[in-house]
């Protein structure tokens, strides 16, 4: 697979840290994001094919970054990730077009070869 580009949005530093870090050990071009306003700024810049995304972040949340991103880069595949587990956010997520709905604290296994499975879906769709 060519190289994708991934892009990692958390409030949480330490997360984005250690998971940015494990990903370019794989190779992925990752970009990360503290905010969801500094994600959709992002997307002026790069055209990611999937995005890791925390539901819940001070300012604007996960869901309502989920939509604007569905309306600028449709093809991108988003996954959402939470601590805080509810079926009715999951449903919501995937309502609006998540690729996949994940629960933190997460195995980074998981969420590369998820990732990845996003990757060929995003590339799948061009």
């Keep these: 697979m060519e190289t994708m580009q991934l892009l990692l949005v958390d409030d949480e530093q330490d ?28 997307f002026e810049e790069t055209e990611f ?10 300012g604007m949340d996960g869901m309502t970054v989920l939509e604007r991103i569905r309306k600028i880069a449709p093809r991108a595949k988003v996954i959402l990730l939470t601590g805080h587990a509810s079926t009715e956010a999951a ?3 995937m309502a609006l077009g998540a690729f996949e709905y994940m629960l933190k604290p997460v195995q980074f296994e998981e969420l590369y070869f998820k990732v990845i499975e996003a990757a060929r879906a995003a590339r799948a769709t061009v």
Excluded: C, H, W
């Excluded at 940015?20 to 190779?27: D, G, H, L, V």
């Excluded at 094919?49 to 001070?58: F, H, I, S």
């Design 15 to 42: 997360f984005l840290t250690y998971t940015s870090r494990r990903f370019k050990r794989r190779n992925v071009k990752i970009s990360t994001a503290q905010s969801g306003q500094e994600a959709l700024d992002l």
């Design 49 to 58: 094919d999937v995005v890791v995304l925390d539901v819940k972040m001070p």
């Design 91 to 93: 449903v919501q997520g």
